[in-house]
């Protein structure tokens, strides 16, 4: 029998779409939200893949003019600042 030597496996790189985020000037003066809320952002665009309808997410901090909203996108925690008016709040379902 030959003998097999072990390689771990190789992987592509693959690629990380950013979400777009508005610039920190335009924020306005932010407050943490605690705990976070569970919210949904319409309209939101990533990188190279374009807009997509609706993304969940969880504010983490507000201002008069944009939410600072985590999201869990491609496996990979991603956070952006985002227009107010592009956020809404979601109910998070009971667990069993």
């Known amino acids: 029998m030959s003998e097999h030597r072990w390689a771990p496996p190789e992987h592509q790189d693959v690629p990380i779409y950013a979400a777009e985020s508005l610039p920190l000037d335009a924020i306005g003066d932010p407050e943490t939200v605690d705990p976070p809320q569970p919210v949904t952002v319409h309209d ?3 990188e190279e ?6 993304v969940k997410a969880f504010a983490v901090a507000r201002s008069d003019v944009a939410v600072f909203v985590e999201i ?3 496996g990979r ?3 952006a600042w985002v227009p107010r008016d592009t956020v809404t709040v979601r109910k998070l379902k009971p667990r069993a």
């Open 77 to 79: 925690l991603q956070r």
């Open 72 to 74: 869990a996108w491609q």
């Open 49 to 54: 893949i374009g807009a997509l309808a609706e």
């Open 44 to 46: 939101l665009t990533f």
